[in-house]
């Protein structure tokens, strides 16, 4: 499974841009807005499934010193090509050995529309808040589980729910839509405090017709 994801994403890679802007995914412009006022320049970022950088992109020109990382070699490829000042590392976020950074020295974590992908979602808080700073911040985004709605009515869900696909084997993998109490518990029970969260549309074009739910999280580690 983790090997189709990673498939996936390095096939989408060279297309992610475009095909993002087109849905007018937003989950990066909306952590940027949550995340800058909370830190300065100079801070330290880690990107969570960086992608190709897009959520990134604002805290590199905001001087902080941003790091990403992913598992998809061809996402990494695009993100140092389109932002030669980021800094990259490939790891598996579902892994709890083998990272690539150090622990402590991160003021935020963010991460967009990378926690559906996860089947460690649990194990991914702890990691993050391994990285971070005393009091640093988590920002992420969730797809979101919504009773009745005709993508994210169930709770997994393949995975082309969002993004138009034709080569249908590569999205035969499942997205893990949450609730925000169970999202909640496990911050709280790895010690962090959930400053707030909202209801963000981030897909707005999905080839449901339809906007795709997910909700911004914003916690501080203990
Ligand atoms: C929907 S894209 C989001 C990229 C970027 N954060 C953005 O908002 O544009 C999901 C990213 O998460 C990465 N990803 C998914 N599962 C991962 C895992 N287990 N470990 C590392 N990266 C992962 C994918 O390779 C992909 O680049």
Not at 27 to 49: R, T, Y
Not at 68 to 96: C, N, S, T, V, W
Not at 130 to 140: C, D, I, K, N, S
Not at 190 to 212: K, M, N, W
Request: aromatic share 10%; proline share 9%; with cysteine.
């Amino acid at each position: 499974m983790p090997a189709l994801v990673r498939d996936y994403f390095d096939w989408l890679a060279s297309m992610y841009d475009e095909t993002t802007a087109a849905c007018e995914w937003s989950a990066p412009e909306h952590i940027a807005a949550a995340a800058l006022p909370l830190i300065d320049p100079g801070d330290a970022v880690l990107d969570l499934g960086c992608g190709t950088g897009q959520s990134a992109a604002p805290f590199l020109e905001h001087g902080c010193l941003c790091i990403g990382l992913d598992f998809a070699p061809a996402m990494l490829k695009e993100a140092m090509r389109k932002h030669p000042d980021l800094l990259i590392a490939r790891a598996d976020l579902d892994q709890p050995r083998g990272w690539p950074v150090p622990p402590g020295v991160f003021q935020l974590c963010i991460s967009a529309g990378v926690y559906e992908c996860l089947s460690d979602p649990i194990g991914f808080i702890a990691r993050a808040k391994t990285a971070l700073r005393p009091g640093g911040y988590l920002v992420f985004t969730f797809d979101e589980f919504v009773p009745g709605h005709p993508a994210q009515g169930v709770r997994v869900g393949r995975a082309d729910s969002g993004i138009p696909n034709p080569v249908a084997d590569l999205a035969a993998w499942n997205l893990h839509r949450h609730s925000i109490d169970r999202v909640a518990g496990w911050l709280g029970d790895h010690g962090f405090q959930l400053l707030y969260h909202r209801q963000i549309e981030a897909d707005i074009h999905s080839h449901f017709g339809v906007p795709i739910y997910y909700r911004l999280v914003v916690s501080q580690a203990p």
